[in-house]
């Protein structure tokens, strides 16, 4: 299933208005008759979600998990992802280093 309109599209960002470039925050139906598409209501109805600026409660999170891991990984898996994994590994074994450094040792 194609979570946006547009093939190649990031489906998290905004979508542009055409005339002004601005993101657009909320997406209303044209026609609300029975013809309505429900991939269409679907669509209009996840993307007010997402961009509309309001709180998403707690569980609607939770069913967006797989989703945002799914994310996650693709980012840590690109070149730029992998640079950060590889300079949080460097931080938290500095961390690591500087938290056992003062401890005393056995002699």
């Known amino acids: ?3 946006t309109p547009v093939p190649g599209r990031d489906p998290w960002a905004p979508l542009p208005c055409p ?3 601005s993101p657009i925050n909320l997406l209303m139906h044209s026609n609300t008759g029975p013809d309505l ?3 269409a209501a679907q669509f209009v109805q996840r993307y007010n979600r997402l961009h509309s ?3 998403v409660p707690w569980r609607q999170q939770l069913h967006d998990t797989p989703v945002l891991l799914r994310r996650l990984a ?3 898996l690109s070149p730029r992802g992998l640079r950060l994994v590889i300079r949080v590994k460097m931080l938290l074994m500095l961390g ?3 938290y056992t450094s003062p401890s005393p040792r056995d002699s």
């Open 1 to 3: 299933m194609n979570d």
């Open 19 to 21: 005339i002004c470039r």
């Open 37 to 39: 598409d429900p991939a």
């Open 53 to 55: 600026g309001q709180p």
């Open 74 to 76: 693709s980012e840590f």
């Open 96 to 98: 690591c280093l500087l």
